[in-house]
């Protein structure tokens, strides 16, 4: 079933976009024709919007309003992001990207794309994810306050997951932090957001390196003139899980002191020019510890790798 529906995802994309002008992108843009009414469910029968009733604004994005939506015949819930006809060339570019990874992924550690659809050609895009009723891990992090390690083993354990499915297909998501990390009340984390994402046509890949939240950029990322132009995505995605572990750990964005804006220099400073990130916290265990000195190599070759943090024993813990 999911073979048929990821194919029907596929069939369905046809919207023609223009090309980027910011350099920072690719110069050969994903030509995603996103979908002009694509609706589908897995019961392979036709969604539009008009079948959803809005209940509540779940949040605002760079590039629209995302809702908590309803079905009104099966009353199913689900979240309905709304990207803008209006919107600038960058962020349509993006939505692309967005779409066209969902479009092809289907795993558990990934939120789920249950249709996209466009208004008229031009017009608002909309696009009907799984509803992951906790929100973004950096939302809990903000209400509920900091993870035990027993729980941030369980959310490595998913991410890394998510990302050896993302990463076996030569996608790396490159915006990997708690804002981008969805959840539930089963604590089922889903990576999220693909906005940034990419598509690996080799290995390594030299360009357009520049994209995603500054402050979970790897070394090699940040400062590609001094660390080496070519990175590698996958090891990039590795030392973002690493930061976003240690920040819901200890509460803050772990490179600068709690409550501190991070501007371009401090930042600057801190991933490149410090020395490499460690968990200080003496309550984190030696196996915690260790798991992070491995994520957060600053020589991205040293770096380990999804398939070596699988087999790390800080994710695989037997209760006692
Ligand atoms: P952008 O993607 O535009 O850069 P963003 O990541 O902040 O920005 P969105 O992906 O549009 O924004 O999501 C906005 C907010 O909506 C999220 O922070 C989250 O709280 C909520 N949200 C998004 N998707 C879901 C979902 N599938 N289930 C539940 N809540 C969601
Ligand atoms: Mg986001």
């Given amino acids: 079933m999911a073979a048929v529906v990821r194919k029907r995802r596929q069939l369905n994309l046809h919207l023609p976009l223009p090309a980027a002008k910011s350099s ?85 550690y990934v939120v789920s794309c249950h249709g996209i659809f466009e208004k008229s050609p031009g017009g608002d895009i909309s696009i009907l994810l799984e509803y992951m009723d906790s929100g973004t891990l950096d939302n809990v992090l903000k209400t509920t306050g900091t993870f035990s390690e027993v729980s941030i083993s369980n959310i490595a354990l998913q991410v890394l997951n998510g990302l050896n499915y993302l990463h076996k297909q030569k996608i790396v998501h490159r915006d990997i932090k708690p804002a981008n990390l969805l959840v539930n009340s089963k604590m089922e984390v889903k990576i999220a957001d693909f906005g940034v994402s990419k598509m690996m046509s080799r290995t390594l890949d030299s360009c357009d390196s520049y994209v995603g939240t500054c402050a979970y950029m790897s070394p090699e990322r940040f400062d590609p003139d001094t660390y080496g132009a070519n990175y590698n995505g996958y090891a990039a995605d590795i030392w973002s899980l690493g930061l976003t572990l240690v920040e819901l750990f200890v509460g803050h964005f772990p490179l600068l002191p709690p409550g501190a804006k991070p501007d371009w220099a401090s930042l600057m400073c801190a991933i490149c020019f410090g020395d490499q990130p460690t968990l200080q916290d003496t309550s984190a265990s030696e196996d915690f510890r260790d798991f992070i000195k491995c994520c957060l190599q600053k020589d991205s070759t040293k770096r380990w790798t999804v398939m070596q943090l699988l087999a790390h024993p800080f994710v695989n813990q037997r209760p006692i």
């Fill in 24 to 108: 920072r992108f690719s110069s050969s843009p994903l030509r995603l024709p996103l979908p002009l009414s694509l609706p589908y469910n897995n019961n392979n029968s036709v969604y539009r919007v008009s079948d959803f009733d809005k209940l509540q604004v779940l949040g605002h994005g760079n590039s629209g309003t995302v809702y908590k939506v309803q079905h009104k015949r099966t009353l199913a819930t689900y979240a309905l992001k709304v990207i803008h006809g209006d919107c600038d060339t960058t962020v349509r570019r993006q939505i692309t990207r967005e779409v066209h990874i969902l479009s092809i992924t289907d795993s558990p």
